[in-house]
């Protein structure tokens, strides 16, 4: 799998096809997500029918209604919730996506219709849409490299790499109010500015610009 590649390819997507995935696509996402699961104290769920999960206004009016299935962002309820579930929910859409599949990230849905399980001391952070894109969505308007970094040291191929796949990470409204730190020692900071579900951003953006430096130094 090839995430370099779909990190390029992937644009949130709001309008479906009524079709449903294959067996074979979801039993794979959830081997990924009971792996997501585990190594992030997670309680992701593929909810192979959406529902009425997207019938909120803004959701039909986004074409997020026609979304087929939902993965419930779910997980023990800390301060890390909301970064977890980004980091590790990241890397399943950038795996839907490498199956074929189209997602979009939605902190706007309907909370009492959607079929999750939610345990004691657990909280539904957000939900991802996905299904079969009725087209490929669109590039997102993007901060420059410098407006979201801050250099005190070196830099090198893998830093670089790694900024310019965080800046193509989806975030909420697409804020992109991160600022990812080069310090003196080499060592890589990530720091959230705030604003709108900023945290799950984060997670986010972390997870891009992984793959990105991993890309370089592999
Ligand atoms: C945490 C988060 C919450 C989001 N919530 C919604 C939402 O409620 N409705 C929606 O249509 N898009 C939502 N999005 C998608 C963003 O609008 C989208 O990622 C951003 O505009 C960048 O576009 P791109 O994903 O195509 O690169 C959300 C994205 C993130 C990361």
Redesign the pocket.
């Given at each position: 799998m090839n995430e370099i590649e779909a990190i390029r390819q992937?644009?949130?997507v709001?309008n479906y096809l009524d079709k449903k995935i294959e067996k074979e696509k979801v039993d794979r996402l959830n081997v990924l997500i009971d792996e997501c699961n585990k190594a992030g104290n997670l309680h992701f769920q593929f909810i192979e029918d959406a529902g009425k999960t997207f019938n909120k206004l803004?959701?039909r009016v986004?074409g997020?209604g026609t979304a087929p299935s939902v993965i419930a962002c779910v997980g023990k309820d800390d301060e890390t919730l909301d970064e977890r579930v980004?980091y590790f929910g990241e890397k399943i859409v950038l795996a839907a996506q490498n199956l074929g599949l189209n997602t979009?990230?939605?902190?706007?849905?309907n909370r009492k219709n959607i079929a999750a399980k939610i345990n004691d001391g657990e909280r539904l952070a957000?939900v991802i849409a996905i299904g079969y894109g009725q087209n490929p969505?669109?590039?997102?308007k993007s901060k420059k490299f410098e407006e979201v970094t801050v250099i005190n040291g070196d830099r090198t191929d893998a830093f670089d790499k790694g900024v310019e796949m965080a800046l193509?990470?989806?975030?909420?409204?697409?804020q992109q109010k991160f600022e990812i730190v080069l310090n003196a020692d080499g060592t890589v900071t990530f720091t959230d500015k705030g604003g709108?579900?900023s945290r799950?951003?984060l997670g986010?953006v972390k997870y891009h610009y992984e793959v990105g430096s991993r890309s370089v130094t592999e």
């Open positions: 992937r644009h949130s709001r803004l959701n986004m997020l980004g979009c990230w939605a902190g706007t849905f957000i969505g669109k590039e997102h193509l990470a989806p975030t909420a409204i697409n709108t579900l799950i951003d986010i």
